[in-house]
């Protein structure tokens, strides 16, 4: 199993930041290992204060749900069956775009909540960091190459 480091948590909040700058938006980017839990946390400029929780639980609630985050705004209206799932929790399940989990061979390892924008911006910037989670991990390439394996390390 794969474990997302500090450093490659830092890489991807880089790259994540660098695409919010490329929108014009102040973002609050959350980093979450495979058990939801902070790994890494990066507030731009004139982010606002609210999305720091805001993007923190998108971050958790992609990895306790397993699934992105946007996947739940469609269950949870009335009527629908996942109604009031927001309610749970103690209100950290965000059903707000913005929250993707990090999967490596069909397994969680980690997730990323993205607060700052509409939830279709949080949305493109967290998938700037899935997309280069994916190309750090080597998805669709059988072998790690040593370069990717200081970023994320391996146990067994």
């Known amino acids: 199993m794969f474990k997302l480091t500090l450093e490659a948590a830092k890489q991807l909040l880089s790259v994540a930041e660098q695409k919010a ?5 102040s973002s609050d980017i959350a980093i979450v290992d495979e058990g939801a839990n902070l790994i890494a946390f990066h507030r731009m400029d004139s982010a606002r204060l609210a999305g720091i929780d805001i ?7 992609s990895v306790a749900m397993q699934m992105p985050t946007a996947n739940l705004a469609q269950s949870a209206l009335p009527g629908s069956p996942s109604y009031g799932i927001n309610t749970t929790n103690h209100g950290r399940i965000v059903i707000l775009g913005g929250g993707i989990p990090f999967v490596y061979k069909d397994k969680v390892i980690g997730g ?7 939830s279709a911006q949080d949305i493109e910037v967290a998938t700037a960091a899935v997309s280069a989670f994916k190309s750090l991990v080597g998805v669709g390439d059988s072998s790690i190459t040593s370069a990717r ?6 146990s067994r």
């Open 149 to 154: 394996i200081g970023s994320i390390h391996s």
């Open 21 to 25: 700058r490329q929108m014009g938006l």
């Open 55 to 61: 993007s923190q639980n998108k971050a958790w609630t």
């Open 112 to 118: 990323i909540g993205v607060s700052g924008g509409t």
